[in-house]
């Protein structure tokens, strides 16, 4: 994998928008102002209520796209970046994008994937059964796949491109799960960093009944899945 030090301009930060109006314009503000302006920003969106013009006003390079769910816009963004280092984000304000220099700076220590850990501290801002949820995804993930993972459906992580490159993505609604998870038990280099986080600005969409079902079908799949490749 290329060892060479990356700066801001080597990255891309990539996420996935459904009529996030209401927040995707203070979330593409705080990018610019944690990157100096100097990162690319790439949105898939498939809205109808003006998100994708705030976000073009921002400079951030829109795809548009139909509807096709989470990690169908998700993973379009990873392949649409043009940069080595790819930082997921949701726009929902949820996540700190002061902290993109800190996970730039641990994929330049030699991490492939650094990925945030919003339960670290608490994560007191989301709501209860989410948080219980969240648990015991990474319990299942982690007693599944053989590695400790601590936040397998967090929005917010940093890629080296080689990742994205080598790896079949194949889940929507639990990609973020999917995104850690073959990583980890492909034996790439895993950096779980805490994070803070916030109150999403706007309403959410993610039931989190059949959301929840779906990640967890998501977790069993990709872990059942990796562990018969270790066995080729």
Not at 155 to 176: K, P
């Amino acid at each position: 994998m290329d060892q060479r030090s990356y700066t801001l301009d080597d990255v891309s930060v990539v996420m996935g928008a459904y009529n996030e109006a209401e927040a995707i314009g203070p979330v593409l503000d705080d990018i610019d102002a944690a990157t100096d302006g100097r990162a690319e920003v790439v949105v898939v969106d498939s809205s109808d209520d003006g998100t994708a013009d705030i976000a073009r006003e921002r400079g951030a390079r829109v795809v548009d796209q139909p509807p096709s769910g989470y990690g169908a816009a998700v993973r379009r963004a990873l392949y649409e970046a043009s940069n080595p280092v790819r930082i997921t984000t949701d726009c929902d304000g949820t996540y700190p994008m002061e902290r993109i220099p800190d996970f730039l700076a641990l994929i330049n220590d030699g991490y492939d994937v650094v990925s945030g850990d919003r339960l670290y501290h608490g994560a007191d801002t989301m709501p209860a059964m989410n948080r219980l949820g969240n648990r015991l995804f990474a319990g299942v993930a982690s007693a599944l796949g053989g590695h400790t993972l601590y936040d397998v459906t967090t929005g917010m992580r940093a890629y080296h491109e080689d990742v994205i490159d080598s790896i079949q993505w194949t889940e929507n609604t639990g990609l973020s799960a999917e995104l850690l998870i073959r990583p980890a038990m492909r034996g790439y280099r895993i950096r779980q960093e805490p994070i803070a986080y916030d109150e999403r600005l706007g309403e959410t969409k993610l039931d989190p009944f059949s959301g929840g079902a779906e990640i967890g079908k998501s977790i069993l799949k990709c872990c059942l899945e990796e562990r018969a490749r270790q066995l080729l």
